[in-house]
């Protein structure tokens, strides 16, 4: 490997790790598109890269989320036994898929997630929290607060509709193992939108479930020999700075902005991967 291309695999890391710990993406979303678009990899095997990507951004995001205490240790957990299992099972299954098939389905999978939050930046209510009680999240203890470091203010909040929250995160961990993208934007969906968790703190507690996730599948795509060495180290080396870098930014953003990055990220994307999937290469 030419040191050229090794700094342009940091690079990738650094900016995968940035974007992912900002968004509570895992840094897949950036990875996987990349190495298939750019590099021409095959994309099992840029589907096993993007798992030790999704790892080290949660590792590097994590430490500094639970120090600012926006990690709600609780729901991630509970919802980490859903989105495991789901994992483990998409990653046992993605041999069965033809790399078009992949391709098409992450593709679509980005866009209606860049569709749900676009719907939701435009919603003046988004970002309103419920006022009640859920009684199995109350049972489960499941509700917390957080420091809004913008807002400067403490920002208490009660968890909603838990059993809906666990279906989809059953199926963000079966994307997780299949596509070997972290599913960050499917935890992100189920904790802000459907259980009424604040952004922020879902955002930050997507990445710490991500890294769970994909340990459960990367052993997986280890012995399967689709993991490269010389692919995945020094992208993992971008990927902890990157992730402690954005770590310490996304605190001090606003919502609007959060979503304004989101959006044209997983929908440029998206858009790139559903037009692989028909043959047409880009680069």
């Known amino acids: 490997m030419s040191l050229t291309l090794l700094a342009i695999y940091i690079l990738i890391g650094v900016l995968a790790g940035v974007f992912g710990a900002v968004l509570g993406l895992g840094g897949g979303v950036i990875v996987t598109p990349i ?26 995001a994590s430490v500094a989320y639970l120090r600012d205490d926006l990690l709600n240790i609780r729901v991630a957990m509970f919802l980490e036994i859903f989105t495991t299992i789901g994992a483990l099972i998409g990653a046992v299954l993605v041999g069965v898929f033809k790399a078009s098939w992949l391709n098409a389905f992450f593709g679509l999978l980005l866009l209606y997630q860049g569709y749900t939050m676009w719907q939701k930046m435009h919603n003046k209510k988004s970002d309103q929290l419920a006022s009640n009680d859920d009684a199995l999240a109350k049972k489960l203890n499941l509700d917390s607060n957080y420091y809004d470091k913008l807002e400067q203010k403490t920002v208490s909040y009660h968890i909603q509709r838990v059993p809906f929250g666990a279906l989809i995160m059953f199926g963000a961990g079966f994307a997780s193992g299949l596509l070997g993208i972290g599913s960050g934007s499917f935890k992100v969906f189920a904790m802000d939108t459907v259980m009424k968790m604040p952004l922020k ?12 996730t994909a340990a459960a599948s990367a052993l997986i795509y280890f012995f399967n020999g689709t993991l490269q060495p010389l692919i995945v180290a020094p992208i993992a080396v971008g990927i902890i700075f990157g992730s ?19 959006i044209p990220v997983v929908m440029i994307a998206g858009i ?6 028909f043959g047409i290469n880009l680069y």
């Open 35 to 60: 190495l298939v678009l750019a590099f021409n990899l095959p994309i099992h095997y840029a589907i096993a890269a993007s798992i030790i990507a999704v790892i080290g951004t949660s590792s590097g």
């Open 272 to 277: 790139q991967l559903v037009i692989k999937a």
């Open 201 to 212: 703190p879902s955002s930050a507690t997507s990445n710490f479930m991500m890294g769970v």
């Open 244 to 262: 402690t870098l954005g770590s310490r930014i996304m605190p001090h953003l606003p919502n609007k902005v959060l979503r304004s990055i989101f």
